[in-house]
């Protein structure tokens, strides 16, 4: 299984970006997926995830009603729309598949494994 993320970049504070992540490998549409980020210096943490259905999504509360998670299990793609992003925003965000197929609540890195290489994202203030 491969995860190739993409879509970061530099924005300022207010503005909008949109990730994705492209899967191959494996049936894409049999597990969850997940974007976590990484701020310098911090452990990796739990940003969103969505079922394999795309029915049940689930969001960290910092980003709660700004991040939409959505996934096109057609083109094996996830995506994270972000909108009104903030300087605590930055970070490299990753892309992950859930471990088990299993419907779960999947919030921790251990929950996961597979990874994409990140995409990073800065936003200035």
């Known amino acids: 299984v491969q995860l190739q993320a993409s879509g970061g970049g530099l924005v300022q504070a207010g503005g909008s970006l949109r990730l994705s992540c492209a899967a191959s490998?494996?049936?894409?549409?049999?597990?969850?997926m997940g974007w976590f980020r990484q701020a310098p210096g911090k452990d990796r943490e739990f940003v969103a995830r969505?079922?394999?259905?795309?029915?049940?999504?689930d969001y960290a509360d910092s980003v709660k009603g700004r991040f939409t998670i959505s996934r096109d299990n057609a083109k094996n793609t996830v995506y994270l729309q972000m909108n009104s992003l903030k300087p605590e925003d930055t970070a490299i965000y990753y892309c992950a598949r859930s471990r088990s197929a299993v419907f779960g609540t999947y919030r921790s890195v251990n929950d996961y494994n597979y990874w994409g290489q990140g995409t990073l994202v800065t936003v200035s203030s």
């Open positions: 490998g494996g049936p894409f549409g049999a597990y969850g």
């Open positions: 969505i079922s394999r259905s795309g029915g049940t999504t």
